[in-house]
């Protein structure tokens, strides 16, 4: 009895030292589950895996993580994302914003691998409660793209996955998105940039993004059900071909149906490729979306709904 005691006792210990692999069901109450993220070998991708910590202090919590950064991760198939040539020197928090001063060093990444591990921190640190934009110093100066532009401040929602799977490469759009008014009756044109995982296509970013919902309320109120699952997105001929679930046909928000409907069009349209609109519903485009409009037609931009 006392040696199944002593190996309990010692699998107990074991487990606790690997705390990386404890999965979110698994915490304790008094436990907070992250994810860091790391660059795979060939740094042509992001993975993640799990760690969890007591810590509840958000300068202690950010030194926990920076740690874990720093770490050479237990999968052989991962690195390090915060590497000691990158020189990481110091950080500031004030306001929700966090600033991280590199050295010179971190201008040797490859344009991939740098915008790779931007990635890899920013949504690491940014599940930190009080922690909502990060920006980066880099030899004294702000950080600069691979066409010379400031990255300026990031979130986490600035990197987008492709449908759940990981980071593969980023590129960065600059989307003109519309959304409503106050008043539910018009729309108002906004300006949105994401860095987005190349394997998607601009046409369901922005279906996406439209979906997603403006996200701040300086930018308009959002239009289509939330619950909306995308089944398809293509393009043919000029028309943008859009697909949805059951959940399109249910109002949401105190909309009219032509915003939402135009929402979607005047936002696609502003692709270089796109001319025209056709949505469907699980395959059916012979649908009356809330009695008024029939999604039959392929859409045009609407100018007269515009504030």
């Known amino acids: 009895m006392k040696k199944f005691i002593c190996l309990f006792l010692l699998l107990g210990i074991m487990f606790l030292a690997g705390g990386c692999k404890i999965s979110e069901e698994e915490q304790g109450e008094d436990e907070t589950a992250f994810f860091v993220y790391a660059?795979?070998?060939?740094?042509?991708?992001?993975?993640?895996?799990?760690?969890?910590?007591?810590?509840?202090?958000?300068?202690?919590?950010?030194?926990?993580?920076?740690?874990?950064?720093?770490e050479v991760p237990e999968n052989a198939e991962l690195h390090q994302t915060i590497t000691k040539e990158m020189g990481l020197e110091s950080f500031s928090l004030s306001d929700?914003?966090?600033?991280?001063?590199?050295?010179?060093?971190?201008?040797?990444?490859?344009?991939t691998s740098e915008v790779l591990t931007r990635a890899a921190i920013v949504r690491t640190l940014c599940q930190i409660e009080g922690i909502e934009y990060i920006s980066f110093m880099v030899g004294g100066a702000a950080l600069?793209?691979?066409?010379?532009?400031?990255?300026?401040?990031?979130?986490?929602?600035?990197?987008?996955?492709?449908?759940?799977?990981?980071?593969?490469a980023y590129e960065k759009a600059s989307m003109t998105l519309y959304f409503a008014t106050e008043d539910g009756e018009h729309?108002?044109?906004?300006?949105?940039?994401?860095?987005?995982?190349?394997?998607?296509?601009?046409?369901?970013?922005?279906?996406?993004?439209?979906?997603?919902?403006?996200?701040?309320?300086?930018?308009?109120?959002?239009?289509?059900?939330?619950?909306?699952?995308?089944?398809?997105?293509?393009?043919?001929?000029?028309?943008?071909?859009?697909?949805?679930?059951?959940?399109?046909?249910?109002?949401?928000y105190n909309v009219s149906a032509e915003v939402t409907v135009y929402s979607l069009v005047n936002s696609l349209v502003e692709l270089n490729n796109v001319n025209k609109v056709q949505i469907s519903v699980n395959g059916d485009s012979n649908q009356v979306f809330r009695e008024t409009i029939d999604l039959s037609a392929t859409f045009e931009r609407n100018l007269e709904i515009m504030e």
């Open 96 to 111: 929700g914003r966090l600033t991280l001063r590199f050295g010179d060093g971190y201008k040797y990444l490859s344009p």
């Open 187 to 252: 729309l108002k044109e906004y300006t949105k940039e994401k860095y987005y995982n190349s394997n998607i296509s601009l046409e369901k970013l922005v279906v996406e993004q439209i979906i997603a919902g403006p996200g701040r309320e300086d930018m308009g109120s959002p239009t289509v059900n939330p619950d909306t699952e995308i089944i398809s997105v293509a393009v043919r001929d000029g028309v943008c071909y859009v697909n949805f679930s059951d959940d399109f046909l249910i109002q949401y």
């Open 39 to 70: 660059l795979n070998k060939e740094e042509t991708r992001v993975d993640k895996f799990t760690c969890s910590t007591k810590l509840t202090d958000v300068r202690e919590q950010l030194n926990f993580l920076f740690g874990k950064l720093r």
């Open 144 to 168: 600069l793209d691979a066409g010379g532009t400031p990255v300026g401040v990031m979130t986490a929602e600035q990197f987008v996955d492709n449908e759940g799977q990981e980071i593969n």
